[in-house]
């Protein structure tokens, strides 16, 4: 079955800080990978998304991520944390014109 | 983590009628649900935001008076398409937050809706 894994359900950073946001997926291709980011009260933020080429691929708010194929993950990092990253980050995957399934999120919380 | 409902999973419909999509919550109080629509090849688009018992909150360029959402319980929102054409053919993907969930939002399996 096609399934989307974000391992850490919270993740603890202090601002300034690097982060690195899990994702991996078990489709037996490349699928087309989301990374949405939600505030408290807030829809979907689209951060970044892959669907070919560059394998690094660059986002909004500073954020990037990263897709490898050997691994089946597309790992969202930002090099320096602010507060008001605080939220939680869902990652997704659609394959072809497939519906998209989301991992079940990450909640980030920014220590000062 | 908490469960959310979607139903149906996939509707095929004729062009002219209506289609009613169910978003539950069913072991939290939901307050606030969101319901989205993906386009192929594309990410998912914000159709509105409903908190209960209150009117919905459209986003700019959804009609609301096509996309019908209610949202009468902490449990229950509900997505109608009315006078549905094949150019609303899609997948929507309702999400369900608030209550004791801190805030957290947990996604429904979605709604593949075909118009033919």
């Known amino acids: 079955a096609q399934s989307v894994t974000q391992p850490d359900i919270h993740i603890t950073v202090s601002e300034g800080a690097s982060l690195e946001l899990r994702c991996n997926y078990s489709y037996g291709a490349t699928p087309y990978l989301f990374w949405y980011v939600q505030s408290p009260g807030q829809g979907l933020q689209l951060l970044l998304k892959?669907?070919?080429?560059?394998?690094l691929v660059q986002g909004i708010k500073g954020f990037e991520a990263e897709f490898k194929r050997s691994q089946s993950s597309f790992n969202l990092r930002k090099p320096s944390v602010h507060w008001s990253d605080a939220a939680e980050y869902f990652c997704?995957?659609?394959?072809?014109?497939?519906?998209?399934?989301f991992g079940a999120g990450t909640r980030l919380t920014v220590k000062p | 983590g908490a469960v959310v409902s979607q139903h149906p999973s996939r509707v095929i419909c004729k062009s002219g009628t209506s289609v009613k999509i169910e978003c539950r919550s069913l072991?939290?109080?939901?307050?606030?649900m969101f319901w989205y629509r993906q386009f192929p090849k594309q990410s998912l688009m914000l159709m509105a935001t409903?908190?209960?018992?209150?009117?919905?909150?459209?986003e700019q360029g959804v009609e609301k008076d096509k996309f019908l959402i209610n949202h009468a319980s902490l449990t229950l929102s509900t997505l109608t398409v009315t006078s549905a054409h094949p150019e609303d053919s899609s997948f929507y993907i309702c999400?369900?937050?608030?209550?004791?969930?801190?805030?957290?939002?947990?996604f429904g399996q979605g709604t593949r809706l075909t118009v033919v």
């Open positions: 997704a995957v659609a394959y072809n014109n497939n519906d998209m399934r």
């Open positions: 072991d939290f109080q939901a307050t606030t």
């Open positions: 999400s369900a937050g608030g209550g004791d969930r801190g805030g957290r939002a947990f």
């Open positions: 892959y669907f070919s080429g560059d394998t």
């Open positions: 409903s908190n209960e018992g209150s009117k919905a909150t459209y």
